[in-house]
């Protein structure tokens, strides 16, 4: 059966610690804490737009800057 908190379930084995890691790394992927921190408040249209076009630049620059430091790390183990 599906409900909101089936793809959230961890099972406690012994270790709880272990298993409040597995489950803070599922909410992390399913980004469940920035969408509640979004969702606290009313957002106006033009900050919304700012923000995701800040949030699209920053990925567009990190993507950049992944791929020039791969270019490198190839440039250097060819020995150039």
């Given at each position: 059966?599906?409900?909101p908190?089936?793809?959230?379930?961890?099972?406690?084995?012994?270790?709880?610690?272990?298993?409040?890691?597995?489950?803070?790394?599922i909410l992390?992927?399913?980004?469940?804490?920035?969408?509640?921190?979004?969702?606290?408040?009313?957002e106006k249209?033009?900050?919304?737009?700012?923000?995701?076009a800040s949030?699209?630049?920053?990925n567009?620059?990190?993507?950049?800057?992944?791929?020039?430091?791969?270019?490198?790390?190839?440039?250097?183990?060819?020995?150039?």
């Open positions: 059966m599906l409900n908190y089936s793809g959230r379930t961890v099972t406690v084995t012994k270790n709880l610690g272990d298993s409040l890691k597995i489950l803070d790394g992390s992927r399913n980004k469940v804490k920035v969408q509640l921190r979004l969702t606290e408040r009313h249209k033009g900050c919304k737009r700012r923000r995701l949030e699209r630049w920053r567009q620059f990190a993507n950049e800057v992944r791929k020039k430091v791969q270019l490198v790390m190839k440039m250097r183990d060819r020995g150039a």
